[in-house]
């Protein structure tokens, strides 16, 4: 397994989504484990929600998942307008590069329908062309998803994976948040490789 794990993730919950039952595993086994958000969507909120709602949340979440706060790395880039900061976006990735040198990366899938998943996704690989690299799965913006890499998971990471999830209350209405969704597509990924429970990615590049 990898030791110094990043995760990007274009929204708060995106990596919890796409990866929390692996980023357990890794801690637990004694890997490091970075984590960026690249919006806490502050200006689309609805109107009764505090603007810094969901920073509260994910800084709940990935403590929940045992990752360290000073581990957290927060942006604000405005929803939906990802393509107008990419030139930003990137030159923060570099940054991030130099200054972490992770072994294993975690992008969105780069067929995700998603306008700010897609460029997270693209200038991350640019980023870390030459770094391992995994592209998990967030399937209600995914047009296809080749399962070439898997993670074997245990009940406990995913019932983590489940409580982190929880601590996002702004967003409890969204169908893909709901706990019997994130266990059968925990299990439907464990079937496929012969094992209780897993989570699936694309395996972009592996460097060994």
């Known amino acids: ?10 929204h708060t919950d995106d990596g919890e989504l796409g990866c929390g039952g692996s980023i357990v595993k890794f801690l637990e086994e004694g890997a490091k484990v970075h984590y960026v958000a690249f919006s806490i969507c502050t200006k689309s909120l609805p109107p009764h929600l505090a603007p810094d709602t969901l920073e509260k949340e994910v800084r709940i979440a990935t403590k929940i998942l045992g990752i360290k706060p000073e581990h957290l790395i927060l942006y604000d880039f405005d929803v939906r307008r990802f393509k107008e900061f990419r030139q930003d976006i990137l030159e923060e990735l570099v940054q991030i590069k130099l200054k972490l040198e992770p072994d294993l990366v975690f992008i969105p899938t780069l067929h995700d329908i998603h306008q700010d998943h897609q460029v997270i996704s693209e200038e991350g690989l640019r980023a870390f062309k030459n770094t391992s690299i995994l592209a998990y799965e967030l399937p209600w913006n995914n ?66």
């Open 1 to 10: 397994m990898k030791k110094n794990v990043l995760v990007l993730a274009p």
């Open 143 to 208: 047009l296809t998803f080749n399962t070439a890499g898997f993670i074997k998971l245990e009940s406990s990471h995913i019932e983590k994976k489940i409580e982190a999830l929880h601590a996002y209350n702004s967003q409890k209405h969204r169908s893909y948040l709901n706990a019997n969704f994130i266990k059968s597509l925990a299990t439907t990924r464990g079937v496929q490789i012969s094992t209780n429970f897993a989570e699936a990615f694309e395996v972009i590049r592996w460097v060994i």
